[in-house]
């Protein structure tokens, strides 16, 4: 059984997402047959220089290198490892609309390092008429559900007039986590809650601002 190094216990945020997209790299060129890729490849693919991926690297427990590069399946093994994408975590969908039934239903492929085992909507209607494997519950019950499943992340669709509410019985149950599609912007309560802001409106703006700088 491998050991995780101390010294390698903290990893700055841009490196830890540099080292997600590198993992999803991996993964579709290991799923190819592909057994290696180096350091200046990775970076051309991500966007991102040379020196950074091997930066980013340098924060793993065992990553090995060979002439021809990094050896694909021991580089994905060791950024598994070291960032736990071994665990399984339970997760929960907050918001039932559209999106939210898209998530809870989505089957095609399990989420990586989470599973859903609840869903909370505030229309006890809906909850009548939905029809899932999984169980949903009304969302006052957010607390008790979260303690007992033992819930970890909590992923966000409620409309932004429930959402201070949501955020404040996600919290007393002790969620650790919330990935959040909310119009409404989180920020975080304590150190021991990550949130994660997704804002798609925002990455509209973005990328049609590429398209008119390009187009100058």
Known sequence: MRKK?????????????????????????????????????????????SHNIRKDIGYLDEAGTSGAGYDIAKLKSSIEFTLGFETERNACIVGLGSLGSVIINYQMKQFPCFTIVAGFDSNINKLEIMKTSIPVYPTYEIPSVIKSKRIELAVVT????????????????????????????????SESVYIRNIDIITEFRYVSALFTLHDR
Do not use: W
Request: aromatic share 2%.
């Open 5 to 49: 190094n101390k010294q390698k216990g903290h990893i700055p945020l841009p490196a830890l997402a540099r080292l997600c997209k590198i993992y999803n790299l991996l993964e579709e060129m290991h799923d190819k047959g592909e057994t290696s890729i180096s350091s200046h490849d990775i970076g051309k693919r991500l966007g991102v220089g």
């Open 158 to 189: 409620e409309p932004d007039r429930n959402i201070d509410k949501i955020t404040e019985r996600l919290i007393e149950g002790g969620i650790k986590g919330i990935i959040n599609f909310s119009p409404v912007m989180l920020s975080s309560p």
